[in-house]
């Protein structure tokens, strides 16, 4: 079975220890994990669903900071000693994740001193990254580029989804743009056989047609995952999507 990456590669020792303590959930686009304001309740590591971070200015407008999936974990303020956050963080692909009490969570990995915190510790690296270079892709890059950059690093995290539901005014709020601007992008790269968009459902015919299309951010922002696994880290995605387990000790080679 496919699991997140950050559990995926602790010594099989501690995964099984801390097997007990995890539920695996399946999460409905829209649904929220993190309600800002209020008490983060759970971390939540995902398998094959992806999350979006949302920044919601007080006149109603959304933008993306951060998209998490196998490589990530929803919750991390929980590790920074933070119990609430002003970021929403919902799921915009559908799949499953594998979910944590956060109390469980300070009690089992941060106050045992699990290996996980320093896997931990590293993504932390690799978001903070990640969401100043979202931050400067939206100010400087074209639309259409922004757009095949998301795209692509959904499909990197999902490849066996290919197909699966989104609206404009979501892709419109993960780009910071008005929704028309979203449409022009869209038709754009569907012209060119990349994507096909329909009725709300995206599907990705293309994916290195994406990666051609995409500004330099793509590789910006998947380079520091390369960096927080010590080794490339979509084979190693592949790997476990495909249900092989032998990314435990990957980490380490």
Same mark, same amino acid.
């Given at each position: 079975?496919?699991?997140?990456?950050?559990?995926?590669?602790?010594?099989?020792?501690?995964?099984?220890?801390?097997?007990?303590?995890?539920?695996?959930?399946?999460?409905?686009?829209?649904?929220?994990?993190?309600?800002?304001?209020?008490?983060?309740?759970?971390?939540?590591?995902?398998?094959?669903?992806?999350?979006?971070?949302?920044?919601?200015?007080?006149?109603?407008?959304?933008?993306?900071?951060?998209?998490?999936? &196998?490589?990530? @974990?929803?919750?991390?303020?929980?590790?920074? +000693?933070?119990?609430?956050?002003? #970021?929403?963080?919902? =799921?915009?692909?559908p799949g499953r994740a594998k979910r944590i009490d956060s109390a469980v969570f300070r009690r089992e990995v941060m106050d045992?001193?699990?290996?996980?915190?320093?896997?931990?510790?590293?993504?932390?690296?690799?978001?903070?990254v990640l969401t100043g270079q979202t931050a400067a892709c939206n100010r400087l890059h074209p639309v259409d580029q922004r757009?095949?950059?998301? &795209?692509?690093? @959904?499909?990197?995290?999902?490849?066996?989804? +290919?197909?699966?539901?989104?609206? #404009?005014?979501?892709? =419109?709020?993960?780009?910071?743009?008005?929704?028309?601007?979203?449409?022009?992008?869209?038709?754009?790269?569907?012209?060119?056989?990349?994507?096909?968009?329909?009725?709300?459902?995206?599907?990705?015919?293309?994916?290195?047609?994406?990666?051609?299309?995409?500004?330099?951010?793509?590789?910006?922002?998947?380079?520091?995952?390369?960096?927080?696994?010590?080794?490339?880290?979509?084979?190693?995605?592949?790997?476990?999507?495909?249900?092989?387990?032998?990314?435990?000790?990957?980490?380490?080679?």
């Open positions: 079975m496919s699991d997140n990456l950050l559990l995926a590669v602790l010594p099989p020792a501690e995964r099984e220890r801390l097997a007990p303590f995890f539920t695996t959930v399946e999460l409905k686009q829209g649904d929220r994990m993190i309600e800002p304001g209020q008490p983060i309740r759970f971390l939540w590591f995902p398998i094959d669903a992806i999350t979006s971070t949302i920044q919601v200015l007080s006149d109603g407008t959304m933008i993306e900071s951060g998209l998490m999936g &196998l490589e990530g @974990v929803v919750g991390l303020q929980i590790w920074l +000693r933070q119990k609430t956050t002003d #970021q929403l963080t919902f =799921a915009q692909v045992h001193g699990s290996p996980l915190n320093d896997l931990m510790g590293a993504y932390i690296h690799a978001f903070l757009l095949c950059r998301w &795209l692509r690093m @959904v499909y990197n995290r999902v490849p066996q989804k +290919r197909t699966f539901p989104m609206r #404009q005014e979501y892709l =419109a709020d993960m780009l910071g743009v008005h929704r028309p601007s979203v449409s022009v992008a869209a038709a754009v790269i569907q012209k060119a056989g990349w994507i096909r968009y329909s009725r709300g459902e995206m599907q990705i015919l293309d994916p290195d047609g994406l990666s051609s299309g995409a500004c330099e951010c793509l590789e910006i922002m998947e380079r520091q995952f390369d960096r927080m696994f010590q080794q490339p880290w979509l084979p190693l995605a592949r790997k476990e999507m495909s249900g092989e387990s032998q990314v435990a000790d990957g980490r380490r080679k």
